[in-house]
């Protein structure tokens, strides 16, 4: 992507962002002196329901925003490492990348490896958790620049799995204007959404299970719950409302792709740009270093710095293989 700022292009970039902390600070780094047009692609953008959700929230509805909780699916566990001949026809070499030279497996060169081994991936606490926390990040207008803290909790398959990457999460998260946020798996979410939410659901061997992902807004006078699949209300009126009283619009267009073509053609009115991608995403990033390191981070957005822990400052980067990432 960085590239093709470079040679003058606009982007669109499918969520989540960077493999680092680092690769979303360089990413924004050279967007800015560029002007380019960027997209991120979370599409949740052009649901109609999350939009009149989003200015339900914002325009005071629930009241003062009072509480956030989000949900992803989670991690899955397995995959092959048995070596295989690398297929016919694919260069292996580039295939991998920035990424560990690891040996060929039938599991590795597929969707799900790139999604939940971490030689590639955060795993779905950023591949899916960037969906309900750009939601989250939308709606809250509030102070999303100041420090956040968190700490969290987590659980990994064995470090001998493909799929090695984080499999249950349950984060809290502070704000600096005091809104928490508590980012969870939908394993542990599904109990506190089955109060309110009517499509939950229970497995053969009746385990609750919550469909997708979502982001819930609290408010000191009700409740709206926001996904793709479904998005309800503690008053369900509100989401009748083709538009709800009040001047707190978002920008809207109910058709992502074509939405980002009219912003390169007009060169404004970008749905979901570079600012909000990077908040939404470092969010994901931060809940796994909080989990991996048992510590409480404070994060400084404006300084782009983690502020608390001392021994956490250095893991912004990650190691790449071989000269893919320049800065400059």
């Not at 779905?124 to 969906?131: E, K, M, N, P, R």
């Not at 939308?138 to 909790?153: A, E, H, P, Q």
């Not at 707190?248 to 058709?255: A, E, G, L, T």
């Amino acid at each position: 992507m960085i590239a093709a700022i470079r040679a003058g292009k606009d982007l669109y970039l499918e969520k989540p962002l960077g493999y680092s902390l680092e690769q979303n600070r360089l990413l924004r780094d050279a967007l800015r002196p560029h002007g380019r047009v960027f997209q991120y692609g979370t599409q949740q953008r052009s649901n109609e329901l999350i939009k009149r959700g989003v200015e339900l929230v914002r325009n005071g509805y629930i009241g003062e925003l009072t509480r956030i909780e989000v949900w992803a699916p989670g991690g899955r566990g397995g995959g092959s490492t048995a070596e295989i001949p690398v297929p016919a026809g694919l260069d292996y070499e580039m295939y991998l990348g920035p990424a560990p030279r690891r040996p060929c497996s039938k599991d590795r060169i597929t969707s799900a490896g790139s999604w939940h081994s971490s030689d590639y991936a955060l795993g779905f606490i950023a591949g899916c958790g960037a969906h309900p926390l750009d939601v989250a990040i939308w709606g809250m207008n509030s102070d999303t620049k100041g420090l956040v803290r968190l700490k969290g909790t987590g659980t990994f398959p064995p470090p001998t799995d493909l799929f090695n990457a984080c499999k249950a999460w349950d984060v809290e998260m502070q704000f600096a204007d005091g809104v928490p946020l508590r980012f969870m798996s939908a394993d542990l979410a599904a109990s506190r959404v089955e109060a309110y939410r009517k499509k939950i659901a229970r497995s053969s061997e009746g385990v609750l299970q919550v469909p997708g992902d979502g982001t819930t807004f609290y408010g000191t006078k009700g409740w709206v719950s926001l996904s793709r699949s479904a998005s309800e209300a503690s008053n369900p009126e509100w989401l009748r409302l083709k538009q709800c009283e009040g001047t707190d619009r978002v920008i809207y267009h109910n058709h992502y792709y074509r939405a980002f073509v009219e912003s390169v053609r007009t060169r404004d009115r970008f749905v979901a740009p570079i600012e909000d991608a990077i908040r939404s995403d470092t969010l994901s990033h931060l809940s796994l270093l909080a989990i991996q390191s048992g510590a409480e981070v404070v994060w400084d957005p404006q300084a782009y710095r983690i502020a608390s822990p001392d021994r956490l400052k250095s893991e912004l980067s990650r190691p790449a293989r071989g000269n893919w990432l320049r800065p400059t």
